[in-house]
């Protein structure tokens, strides 16, 4: 029966009007996700210090298996968002324009910040090289995920009129998951090696970059993990119910890819003539990486849902203010980072190269956080952070989107 329900709420989601539920998953996966972002970043820095060793390498594999989870459950989070809350008629010119004022003026202004620090804080080589860089995300490492979230939120109205179109097709349980397994292989194919390297031998002004130079910040090459928010955001209800009855089974195969993936990047290991730790293998866009990454999706989303259901009031609001600040906080932490390795450098002669890591993944999560807090109180605080107004403890709980 819960089949039959989860697929007649996808045929009949942009047809009934009622009360929006309080996810309150939604910001544990959030808070979790921007932790895990900073936690990347933090051994991207510390994997080529020459101090670090075979057992820093085998740490750094199994902290990034643990953290990798992050860009998809974005990216998932956005689909589920975006079609729960928008299943009337949409108003695209407002929906848009909120997006350019809570996410793409931050992003513009934080560009502009780093690409003063790259270039010693000259102003007009800054001003020259932004038109460059503002519209690949190139300021910083971290900045082109914003330019792969803006495609989707342009692109939302086309995935909406398809999935509607789809409704006709989507019967049965049958067709829900024939559909999802059909989509999920056209997704690993577009991870697979033919598609860039025809792109490549077409070389077709801007086609061809978008394809190959810029494949990680091409929407297209994470549509999966929005669909599978869309379908968990028409159906809320029976989507958790789903994940509550096959826990065993989405934790096993999480459980058993993470094994896979943990073998393959440490066999690469190259131990003669010197130690040499490679993790090209975690790379977001490779075909058995992205098994691994649909996997974390069901598992990060069913954990958060269950901490969600048992946590104590103070750990709800200290994962709501982190939610809550987490844009903000994403877009400085690359900053905050880099002034982070000092406190943990310090100690360079008494703790190991992964506790290193460990130190300034929490010093920069808690000053990324911090300085959002300060920064969104300021008169241009909206500028910088994309919050228009401090919100009180009430209004951040009941909010399900930025």
């Given at each position: 029966?819960?089949k039959?329900r989860?697929v007649?709420t996808?045929i009949?989601?942009?047809?009934v009007t009622m009360k929006?539920?309080h996810i309150?998953?939604?910001?544990y996966?959030?808070a979790?996700?921007?932790l895990?972002?900073v936690l990347?970043?933090?051994i ?7 101090e ?6 085998v740490?750094f ?5 643990l953290?990798?989870?992050a860009?998809p459950m974005?990216?998932?989070?956005t ?10 008629r949409?108003?695209?010119?407002t ?5 350019f004022?809570d996410?793409m ?5 934080w560009s502009f910040?780093y690409?003063?620090f ?11 090289r932004?038109g460059?860089v503002?519209l690949t995300?190139k300021?910083s490492y971290?900045?082109?995920y914003v330019i792969?979230i ?13 999935i509607m ?8 349980p049958?067709?829900v ?9 056209v ?7 033919p598609i860039?390297v ?7 002004p801007?086609i061809t970059?978008i394809l190959?130079?810029y ?16 379908l ?5 209800t029976?989507?958790?119910a789903?994940?509550?009855r096959?826990?065993?089974w989405?934790?096993s195969?999480f459980?058993v890819?993470?094994?896979?993936m943990?073998?393959r990047?440490?066999?690469s ?5 010197a130690?040499?730790?490679e993790y090209s293998?975690?790379?977001?866009l490779?075909p058995v990486?992205?098994?691994?990454l ?6 990060t989303?069913l954990?958060?849902?269950r901490i969600?259901?048992i946590?104590n ?5 200290i994962v709501t203010?982190?939610s809550?600040?987490s844009?903000?906080a994403y877009?400085?932490h690359a900053?905050?980072l880099g ?6 450098d310090?100690?360079?002669?008494y703790?190991?190269v ?10 920069a ?7 959002t807090?300060?920064l ?12 228009r107004?401090p919100?009180?403890k009430t209004?951040a709980?009941s909010s399900?989107s930025q």
């Amino acid at each position: 029966m819960t089949k039959i329900r989860l697929v007649s709420t996808i045929i009949s989601g942009y047809n009934v009007t009622m009360k929006k539920e309080h996810i309150e998953e939604i910001h544990y996966i959030r808070a979790f996700a921007f932790l895990a972002v900073v936690l990347q970043h933090a051994i991207g820095h510390y994997i080529f210090v020459p101090e670090a060793n075979l057992a820093d390498g085998v740490a750094f594999t199994f902290l990034l298996l643990l953290s990798k989870f992050a860009v998809p459950m974005f990216i998932f989070v956005t689909g589920l968002v975006l079609f729960y809350n928008y299943d009337g008629r949409l108003n695209y010119w407002t929906f848009i324009k909120k997006r350019f004022s809570d996410i793409m003026m931050p992003y513009l202004f934080w560009s502009f910040v780093y690409l003063l620090f790259q270039n010693h804080m000259d102003v007009l080589s800054a001003v020259n090289r932004f038109g460059e860089v503002f519209l690949t995300g190139k300021a910083s490492y971290h900045l082109w995920y914003v330019i792969m979230i803006i495609q989707l939120y342009i692109t939302f109205p086309i995935y909406r009129y398809i999935i509607m179109q789809a409704k006709r097709w989507i019967s049965t349980p049958i067709a829900v998951y024939s559909a999802f397994a059909v989509l999920g292989i056209v997704y690993i194919v577009l991870m697979t090696y033919p598609i860039h390297v025809t792109a490549a031998r077409w070389n077709i002004p801007l086609i061809t970059p978008i394809l190959t130079k810029y494949a990680d910040r091409n929407a297209l090459n994470f549509f999966y993990y929005f669909v599978l928010g869309a379908l968990a955001g028409l159906t809320i209800t029976n989507w958790r119910a789903w994940l509550n009855r096959h826990a065993k089974w989405i934790y096993s195969i999480f459980i058993v890819m993470s094994g896979v993936m943990a073998y393959r990047t440490i066999s690469s290991f190259e131990l003669l003539p010197a130690l040499k730790t490679e993790y090209s293998q975690l790379l977001l866009l490779r075909p058995v990486t992205a098994i691994f990454l649909v996997s974390s999706v069901f598992a990060t989303y069913l954990f958060c849902m269950r901490i969600s259901s048992i946590a104590n009031n103070r750990t709800r609001r200290i994962v709501t203010f982190i939610s809550h600040y987490s844009y903000g906080a994403y877009l400085v932490h690359a900053f905050v980072l880099g002034l982070s390795y000092w406190l943990p450098d310090y100690f360079t002669g008494y703790i190991n190269v992964t506790l290193r890591t460990i130190i300034a993944f929490i010093f920069a999560s808690f000053l990324s956080v911090m300085l959002t807090y300060v920064l969104s109180k300021l008169p241009m605080g909206h500028i910088m952070t994309g919050l228009r107004k401090p919100q009180s403890k009430t209004a951040a709980r009941s909010s399900t989107s930025q």
